[in-house]
T-cell receptor, first 111, second 115 residues
């Protein structure tokens, strides 16, 4: 069945460091891919998405490119800030009926 | 614009008791989702409604879980009887429409502890 595997955390980085959180997926066809973020004490919110191969989603300095050849959707940011500390979830849907989330990666950015 | 509302925020019950959670989606959102998030795991979709009809409930343990969205707006999720393994955060989300690119808006969740 469809599934998402994301890199385990927790991840701790210094401010202004480069961030990569790996996400790979297993799915038939051409799923849509998402990154959701959960800030401390808040609900999940969509960070970015890509709906077809080679699409790049971007928001708030974060980027992720839909790579069908490697079945990946890695999240990157060039310079993290303390305010980026949160839990990040990779997710996919194939038909819009079922959505599959990864286990989440906790990021802590220290000043 | 008001977000997705859920209540209660916390609930503690004993096993074999019943419990119900309520969700009010964003006004005008036709699609509503209930997720279960066990500690250390990602959210698992239990059921998806389009208006008041069920789109997918393949992951809903129907022997003990039920959900309804009678008027196509508010929704309730019920567990009867609860088991220890039902301890989790129950998330409600809504989106303007179905589909593979629709953005889901999540509520704050209801944290359930079954003793």
């Amino acid at each position: 069945g469809d599934s998402v595997t994301q890199m385990e955390g927790p991840v701790t980085l210094s401010e202004e460091a480069f961030l990569t959180i790996n996400c790979t997926y297993t799915a038939t066809g051409y799923p849509s891919l998402f990154w959701y973020v959960q800030y401390p004490g808040e609900g999940l919110q969509l960070l970015l998405k890509a709906t077809k191969a080679d699409d790049k989603g971007s928001n708030k300095g974060f980027e992720a490119t839909y790579r069908k050849e490697t079945t990946s959707f890695h999240l990157e940011k060039g310079s993290v800030q303390v305010s980026d500390s949160a839990v990040y979830f990779c997710a996919l849907t194939n038909t819009g009926n079922q959505f599959y989330f990864g286990t989440g990666t906790s990021l802590t950015v220290i000043p | 614009e008001a977000g997705v509302a859920q209540s209660p925020r916390y609930k503690i019950i004993e096993k074999r008791q019943s419990v119900a959670f309520w969700c009010n989606p964003i006004s005008g959102h036709a699609t509503l989702y209930w997720y279960q998030q066990i500690l250390g795991q990602g959210p698992k979709l239990l059921i998806q409604f389009q208006n008041n009809g069920v789109v997918d409930d393949s992951q809903l343990p129907k022997d003990r879980f039920s959900a309804e969205r009678l008027k196509g707006v508010d929704s309730t999720l019920k567990i009867q009887p609860a088991k220890l393994e039902d301890s989790a955060v129950y998330l409600c989300a809504s989106s303007l429409d179905r589909g593979t690119s629709g953005t889901q808006y999540f509520g704050p969740g209801t944290r359930l502890l079954v003793l």
